[in-house]
């Protein structure tokens, strides 16, 4: 079974940077688009950013200017660059990735990591 692992999470304040990471901990034969989504409470889960083939990248608008996203292909991980954080990023991070696992392919997602911006 694939798992994709996160880290990075914690405790900044407003202005502050955190950078999470997210790696697949299974033997793959192929990455497609990786992302990140977030959830606050009470809160749907909303897109944050994904990156595609050929380092693609796409924000939603909130974030734009101030996260980035890149891979590792080394790692076969995703990594997401947080600056200047507001506390309305607050939130749990999830990774997400499309996973060619066992000769299929797959979306999976990771546990989350809680990001919490706050003075």
């Known amino acids: 079974q694939a798992q994709l692992q996160e880290s990075g999470g914690g405790l900044v304040q407003p202005g502050g940077s955190l950078k999470l990471d997210c790696q697949a901990s299974?033997?793959?034969?192929?990455?497609?688009?990786m992302g990140w989504y977030r959830q606050a409470p009470g809160q749907q889960r909303e897109w944050v950013a994904t990156?595609?083939?050929?380092?693609?990248?796409n924000y939603t608008e909130s974030v734009k200017g101030r996260f980035i996203i890149a891979r590792e292909y080394n790692r076969h991980a995703v990594n997401l660059q947080m600056n200047n954080l507001k506390p309305e990023d607050t939130a749990t991070y999830y990774c997400?990735?499309?996973?060619?696992?066992?000769?299929?392919?797959?979306?999976?997602w990771g546990q989350g990591t809680q990001v919490t911006v706050s003075s």
């Open positions: 997400n990735a499309d996973l060619l696992v066992g000769g299929s392919w797959s979306s999976y």
């Open positions: 990156i595609k083939a050929g380092n693609i990248a």
């Open positions: 299974v033997r793959i034969f192929g990455i497609g688009t």
